[in-house]
């Protein structure tokens, strides 16, 4: 069961560290990717990272302040935001492609596994 957490409140300019883990076990040699879905928009990919490879794509218009990072030791993939913007408040979600190793998809229909979302709200 992927797990995220690490959202909240925070002021427009802030960071925020979202993390993902795997309850039970290890994420394999999965890809592991962060989505959001802000209100009335649809899901839509921010970052994926190969466990195995370590390799990492981020959404054009993110990279820069969005930065994804993977801890074997403590089998947990993070996601970095910086210089957050309102238009970032949305519900983050971590999920799991597990019939891929290194090639990352954008499309949220790979991923076979889901978190539950974590709430990111940006004040402004």
């Known amino acids: 069961q992927l797990q995220a957490s690490g959202g909240g409140l925070v002021q427009a300019g802030g960071s925020l560290r979202l993390s993902c883990t795997a309850s039970?076990?290890?994420?394999?040699?999965?890809?592991i990717a962060w989505f959001r879905q802000a209100p009335g928009k649809d899901r839509e990919f921010v970052a994926g990272i190969s466990w195995k490879g370590g390799n990492a794509i981020h959404r054009d218009s993110m990279r820069g302040r969005f930065s994804i990072s993977r801890d074997n030791g403590k089998n947990t993939v993070y996601l970095q935001i910086n210089s957050v913007q309102p238009e970032d408040t949305a519900v983050y979600y971590c999920a799991v492609d597990s019939d891929r190793i290194y090639t990352i998809s954008s499309w949220s229909g790979e991923y076979d596994q889901w978190g539950q979302g974590t709430q990111v709200t940006v004040s402004s």
């Open positions: 039970g076990r290890t994420f394999g040699d999965y890809i």
